[in-house]
T-cell receptor, first 113, second 115 residues
């Protein structure tokens, strides 16, 4: 299965600022996914990122708040913009081989103060 | 829409006890089903999977059988260990708009195993 390197692993940010999270995969993949895991909650899909096209956002998530880049088949970034304490969560990137299961990065633990 | 329902937690067991964690799903078509585990302070790991009805996924002593008639994928282990303490997520994979796919998670359940 793919190996994913995600960074930063954690950060504490001031409200109103932005944080960009990077996700590097050791092999080329068509689709990459970004999830949010709020404290004590399950994982919620933010968006799906295909190389060379606009990301597809799930209901409740918008590009202005969570802009995503996908410049090539092994890399993606998620930016959390104009942060508030409600954005404090773990953010995870994921790649899939469909029925073989999806692989997740180790996550970015974000605290907004 | 697609959804996954897990039993309410947390669950606390003594070492060597039998474990069952219930999971039911709602989906159109023929989803694949997964159990993921998140150990304290770590990322999400795939524990086991089943891709069609009556398939049994197994790994590390854990088993789950894909039951289409009851739309269930319950996780079981005959004898839990302290090292099994973690959060367990049931998930289903469905396809939409051609080749695109989406993984939907249940709420997760925390398992604590006492020595």
């Amino acid at each position: 299965s793919a190996v994913i390197s995600q960074k930063p692993s954690r950060d504490i940010c001031q409200r109103g600022t932005s944080l960009t999270i990077q996700c590097q995969v050791d092999s080329q993949v068509t689709m990459m996914f970004w999830y949010r895991q709020q404290p004590g909650q399950s994982l919620t899909l933010i968006a799906t990122a295909n190389q060379g096209s606009e990301a597809t956002y799930e209901s409740g998530f918008v590009i202005d708040k969570f802009p995503i880049s996908r410049p090539n088949l092994t890399f993606s970034t998620l930016t959390v913009s104009n942060m508030s304490p409600e954005d404090s969560s773990i953010y995870l990137c994921s790649v899939g081989r469909d029925r073989d299961g999806y692989t997740f990065g180790s996550g970015t633990r974000l605290t907004v103060v | 829409g697609d959804s996954v329902t897990q039993m309410e937690g947390p669950v606390t067991l003594s070492e060597e006890a039998f474990l069952t964690i219930n999971c039911t799903y709602t989906a159109t078509g023929y989803p694949s089903l997964f159990w993921y585990v998140q150990y304290p302070g770590e990322g999400l790991q795939l524990l086991l999977k089943a891709t069609k009805a009556d398939d049994k996924g197994s790994n590390k002593g854990f088993e789950a059988t894909y039951r289409k008639e009851t739309t269930s994928f319950h996780l079981e282990k005959g004898s839990v260990q302290v090292s099994d303490s973690a959060v367990y997520f049931c998930a289903l994979l469905t396809y939409y708009t051609g080749a695109n796919s989406k993984l939907t998670f249940g709420k997760g359940i925390t398992l604590s195993v006492r020595p």
